[in-house]
C-alpha cells in the first residue's frame, strides 16, 4: 500500500506502546510518518492533545488519539483487512486479557528497574530491594505468559496477531535488564520466533539504538525532566517500598501525574 493516509505517530521508540502501535500499521501495510517531540514548543504542541502528555499519540488527518489500545482499534476497524485479532469472542476476550496484564503489571516492573539502573532515585538496600522485587514479579510473569500461548505456539492463536504484538515489546523490554525467558520454555521458544519477524526486528532495532544513557538521564532530571507516575507504576513503587523514591521525587518536582482541568 502506497496510498498517502496522513498517519503520523508522535513515538519514542523505547515504548513498548509505541512499539505496540507500529506494529499494528506495520501488520496492516499502513504507510506512517512519525517524530518524537523534542523542544518544549513541540512539546507543549503536541500534547495539549493528550490529558496523558505522553507517548504514542497518533495523528490521522484531524484526528488525534492518545493511548495504544484506544490508537490500535481505532486502526482495526478503519482498515479491517488484515484483522488483527481472531473472530472468536472468547479469543478476543482471552487476548483483552493478556494486554492489560502487559500494560500494567509487567510494564510496572520493567519501568521500576529504569528507575533504579538508569534515573538512580534509589541507591544501597533500597536499590538492592526494589531490583530484586522487579525480578522476582517478571519470572513470576514469564511462567504466567507461559501458559497463556495456544496450541500454535501464539498469544494470538493459530498464527502471529495482536495477542503477540502486546507482548513481545514487553518481554523484549525485560531484556534491557538481563532478564529472558527460561531456555527450553514455550515463551523462550515464541521469542524466538517472534523476533525473527521483520516489524519486530525493526522495532527492536530502533529501540536498542534509543537506548538511554544512566548519566544523560539523571542529569535530564536535575533539569527539569518529569517522568509519569501514574496508575500502576505508582503502585508498584509503593508496594514494592519505594514511598521515599515518591517522596523525594515529589520534592525534587521531577515526577508527574496525569494533567489536570485548572
Known sequence: MTEHL?????????????????????????PFTS?????????????????????PLLKHR???????????TYIDETWPEPALMPK???????????????????????WGLAEVTIFRRATGDLADRLTRHAQQQILNWFQWLDQRLSDGGWFNGPSYGWGDMC????????????????????????????????????????????????????????????????????EWMIRAGGIDVVAQGLSNNNIRFNGSFS
Not at 534491557?176 to 526486528?201: C, M, Q
Open 6 to 30: 496522513g498517519l503520523h505517530l508522535l513515538e519514542h521508540p523505547l515504548s513498548p506502546y509505541v512499539q505496540k502501535v507500529k506494529l499494528a500499521l506495520h501488520f496492516k501495510g499502513l
Open 35 to 55: 517524530a518524537y517531540p523534542m523542544t518544549d514548543a513541540e512539546i507543549a504542541e503536541d500534547f495539549a492533545l493528550s490529558p496523558r502528555g505522553e507517548v
Open 62 to 72: 484531524d484526528l488525534a488519539l492518545y493511548d495504544s489500545r484506544v490508537i490500535c
Open 88 to 110: 472468536s469472542p472468547y479469543a478476543r476476550a482471552q487476548i483483552r486479557w493478556i494486554e492489560d496484564a502487559m500494560d500494567t503489571h509487567f510494564e510496572a516492573n520493567t
Open 167 to 234: 507482548v513481545v515489546p514487553f518481554v523484549n523490554g525485560a531484556a534491557r535488564f538481563d532478564l529472558h525467558p527460561k531456555a527450553g520454555t514455550p515463551l523462550a521458544a515464541w521469542l524466538r520466533r517472534v523476533n525473527e519477524i521483520d516489524a519486530v526486528r525493526l522495532t527492536q532495532s530502533a529501540a536498542a539504538e534509543a537506548e538511554l544513557d544512566p548519566l544523560t538521564m539523571q542529569a535530564a532530571l536535575t533539569s527539569g525532566f518529569k517522568r509519569e507516575y501514574r496508575d500502576h507504576r505508582l
